[in-house]
């Protein structure tokens, strides 16, 4: 099923926007006071137009592409090699990374 919205985060807010006409339905700056009404009401209006699926767009400062050896032959091996590589790469713990290899 295709998705019905786009949300995007962004370092200052989110927008939920169409995903057939890119129309914007909504945005919430992060620093407003009523953040999470705010963010209810996007949460409705996508419920309300019936969303089954909701695409999330992340800001490309918060996507690293890298690589590291990887032998392709034993993959608990290859991730432990792929973690250690990430380890210091970026600000976060390793364990809390999302990683696709």
């Known amino acids: 099923m295709a998705a019905s919205f786009v949300l995007h985060l962004d370092h200052d807010g989110i927008m939920l926007t ?5 129309k914007v339905a909504g945005t919430v700056k992060l620093d407003e006071p009523d953040f999470e009404a705010r963010v209810s009401t996007l949460r409705a209006l996508a ?3 019936g969303a ?5 767009v992340l800001p490309a400062s918060q ?3 890298t690589e590291t050896p990887a032998s392709g032959l034993d993959a608990v091996a290859d991730a432990g090699r792929v973690r ?3 380890e ?6 390793v364990d809390e990374l999302v990683i696709d290899w």
């Open 18 to 22: 169409d995903a057939a006409d890119g």
């Open 47 to 49: 419920g309300e137009a």
């Open 52 to 56: 089954a699926e909701v695409d999330v």
């Open 63 to 65: 996507i690293l592409y």
């Open 84 to 86: 250690a590589a990430l």
């Open 88 to 93: 210091g790469m970026t600000p976060y713990a």
